[in-house]
């Protein structure tokens, strides 16, 4: 059996893995809402929910108007899922922590995310090569 050992596997009980996922989503009417401290708070929130749940977060970027995150996380996690997970304890704790500072760029104050996202799947190259999207995202 030929094993590459560069890749990056994981391992669970009864799993030995390498999924890796690229999740954006926006804003409410892709408002831009995420800057400044709601930007900083939502990196801080994405790096304590991974963490949380044995997630390694490979690459997160914050843009005014959507969020980028490459995410590795265990088969029992679907994509869908990881966008809900995300996505749901982000809004609460913004909405919490930020309100007043979110509620005004929003015409509905309640709801933050849009109820769409992107998900996509990579292994190791093109893995590598949506890290390096998401880094030069950053000078835009």
Known sequence: ???????????????????????????????????????????????????????????????????????SAPPKYSPANLAKLFKGITARRLRQELGEQIRHKLWKPGVLWSPSYYAGTAGNVSGDVIRRYIEECQHI
């Not at 989503?25 to 831009?32: A, G």
């Not at 801080?44 to 991974?50: D, G, K, T, V, Y």
């Open 1 to 71: 059996m030929y094993y590459n050992k560069n890749v990056d596997v994981k391992r669970t009980k009864g799993a030995v893995y390498n999924l890796n996922y690229h999740l954006v989503w926006c804003p409410k009417y892709r408002r831009s809402v995420l800057a400044g401290p709601v930007a900083d708070r939502l990196r801080q929130l994405l790096n304590e929910i991974a963490v949380q749940n044995g997630f390694e977060l490979l690459a997160c970027e914050v843009m005014p108007d959507h969020t980028h995150l490459f995410v």
